[in-house]
């Protein structure tokens, strides 16, 4: 599967951005979905989630409460809402996509990466 993020910008802090990230190919209902950020300097981190049928989410402590994944299957899409951003949000993000099961924390789950799109939050 391929993966094309898109969404990210430049917002001030408390603002709310929505990343896309669409998938190629007929089985994306096969793959549970991920986001994953990377700030400068540090390393790639789990942010959200979603399993394969959409029922059940992982959050990061960081962004949980802030943060919303989604999924469309019928537009091969996984959505993350990002509401009140802080300047620590600042990353890239990408999406991921993983055939494995577990709680999908873990970048080795992920065997599907996107190219990354840039979220910058100004104070």
């Known amino acids: 599967v391929q993966l094309q993020a898109s969404g990210g910008g430049l917002v001030q802090a408390g603002g709310s951005l929505r990343l896309s990230c669409v998938a190629s190919?007929?089985?994306?209902?096969?793959?549970?979905m991920g986001w994953f950020r990377q700030a400068p300097g540090k390393e790639r981190e789990f942010a959200a989630a979603m399993s394969r049928s959409g029922g059940i989410t992982y959050y990061a402590d960081s962004v949980k409460g802030r943060f919303t994944i989604s999924r469309d299957n019928a537009k091969n899409t996984v959505y993350l809402q990002m509401a009140s951003l802080k300047p620590e949000d600042t990353a890239v993000y990408y999406c991921?996509?993983?055939?494995?099961?577990?709680?999908?924390?873990?970048?080795?789950?992920?065997?599907?990466w996107g190219q990354g799109t840039q979220v910058t939050v100004s104070s």
């Open positions: 991921a996509a993983s055939r494995g099961s577990g709680t999908y924390y873990y970048i080795s789950q992920y065997g599907y």
């Open positions: 190919g007929r089985t994306f209902s096969s793959y549970a």
